[in-house]
């Protein structure tokens, strides 16, 4: 039993995290959440409020899961919207410095729970992993360094290695899963994936986007890396290292892959919270008084002393921490089709209400092959005709020269994706309307009746083909 006990010790410092590396982390998701709440709150009133795109009578009607819940619902006013979005920013600033940490993690996570479901449908796949990384956080002893906890309390409090654990598997799962649903021919054989993402005119980015989808061969090399490197990527994280060059290594190739994504398509903040998320890889050894990068953050002593939790409590949380990593890999295997067993819907609810459902299922089974652009065919009451896009008595139903430069931002661009789908159509008059109102708005000496929105749609093909291009109407909104 000592022996046993000894080897299962040795092992489990195999994942150890670094307290510097973790507290970096820290700051560099509170920078995020900053940075995400900046730019949602530029579309305060488009997303989440009544006077939108999405009012509060609606949420419970579409995408709502039993064990949802939202603050934000309970008033649809810009103020109500407003008030939650600076709370939310000021907690956020508390997690950057480090003060009142874990009461500023809990309230950052339970109001980005409540905001992700205020507007289910600007969501991506980042959103998932910066909450969930939250979670793990309200564990994880990420105040130790660069904090003004730890000068307050010179240490702080910890739970052993299971957060670490719940945090690794967090990190792994992302592209054990992905890779596992990535079941097309794409990916696998022909190596076209990265040909078929950059096809997208509503993803492609001007600049580097344009240069690498000019070179069809580094294309399918680049597939082929990116596949291989979403299977070595688990074990890099997941198998035991004292010293952790694995983990440096998961780590520099999570760098390698979202900087190329970040640098060629328009997913917004994704590739960078893959990054940021991924800074708690990093071993003790990159922050040697040595290494230049990270010399301008040592001052703080290395040698911080953790405290141990209560016994009785630390049982319990460790009980229901071991709950949550196990559910959460049972609800990720529930996505891949070679896992037959599904949870009873009624099991789900208190882990829908802690939002741990996920679905790393990017550019999964295969990469979207429908793409094209909106057109906003307005008309007034005498029937003349007027482009909202361009603000031109001519409607242009051509091809804009980048189709991204439509999008204010990402949660517009994946907004209208979203919209194309045939599960979601109910987005496409919710939409037009809050583009007919707030035209009329903004430009009360030209206001318009009716407003036909059209979505431009062409499917690509092998060798930059596409299909015709078919003239699909969205939706006829009027003003009244």
């Not at 990270?294 to 409590?313: A, C, D, G, M």
């Amino acid at each position: 039993m000592w022996r046993f006990k000894k080897i299962l010790v040795h092992i489990l410092k195999g994942y150890t995290l670094d307290l510097r590396a973790l507290s970096l982390m820290r700051m560099g998701v509170a920078l995020l959440v900053i940075t995400d709440l900046i730019i949602r709150a530029g579309d305060l009133t488009a997303h989440y409020t009544n006077n939108g795109i999405w009012p509060v009578h609606l949420i419970h009607n579409f995408g709502w899961k039993f064990g949802y819940w939202s603050v934000h619902e309970l008033n649809g006013s810009y103020g109500w919207a407003l008030s939650l979005f600076v709370i939310h920013f000021v907690f956020a600033f508390f997690l950057l410095v480090g003060y009142k940490t874990r009461l500023a993690n809990l309230m950052v996570w339970l109001l980005y729970i409540s905001l992700h479901n205020r507007n289910l449908f600007v969501l991506q796949a980042g959103d998932d992993l910066l909450r969930l990384v939250l979670f793990w956080g309200l564990f994880l002893p990420w105040n130790a360094f660069y904090s003004v906890d730890s000068k307050n309390n010179g240490s702080v409090k910890s739970l052993g290695y299971l957060p670490n654990m719940g945090f690794l598997m967090l990190i792994a799962s992302v592209y054990f899963f992905t890779v596992n649903l990535k079941e097309s021919s794409e990916w696998r054989e022909e190596g076209s994936a990265v040909y078929y993402a950059l096809s997208l005119d509503q993803l492609r980015l001007p600049g580097m986007g344009d240069w690498l989808y000019a070179h069809p061969d580094l294309m399918k090399v680049l597939t082929h890396f990116f596949y291989g490197a979403e299977i070595i990527l688990p074990l890099l994280i997941l198998l035991p290292s004292r010293k952790g060059y694995l983990r440096l290594t998961a780590f520099i190739l999570i760098c390698i892959l979202h900087l190329g994504i970040g640098l060629t398509l328009y997913v917004g903040l994704f590739f960078a919270i893959n990054i940021v998320t991924a800074l708690g890889l990093l071993p003790s050894f990159v922050f040697k008084r040595k290494a230049p990068v990270f010399s301008i953050l040592y001052h703080t002593r290395v040698n911080k002393q953790l405290k141990p939790t209560r016994e009785k409590s630390k049982a319990f949380v460790n009980l229901f921490m071991v709950i949550i990593i196990v559910m959460n890999v049972i609800i990720n295997l529930s996505t891949v089709k070679w896992f037959n067993y599904n949870l009873r819907s009624e099991i789900l609810i208190p882990f829908n209400t802690l939002r741990m459902d996920q679905m790393w299922g990017m550019f999964s089974p295969g990469v979207l092959k429908k793409d094209g652009w909106l057109v906003y065919h307005g008309m007034d009451s005498l029937g003349r005709q007027w482009d909202l896009r361009l603000n031109s008595d001519y409607v242009d139903y051509s091809k804009p020269e980048h189709v991204v430069s439509m999008y204010k931002t990402d949660r517009w661009r994946k907004l209208a994706e979203n919209m194309q789908r045939n599960d979601m159509t109910f987005l496409r008059p919710q939409f037009g309307k809050y583009i007919l109102r707030k035209w009329n708005s903004e430009h009360p000496e030209k206001k318009l009746a009716t407003l036909n929105l059209y979505f431009m749609q062409k499917e690509n093909l092998p060798d930059y083909k596409t299909t015709k291009i078919e003239k699909i109407l969205y939706c006829v909104c009027n003003a009244n």
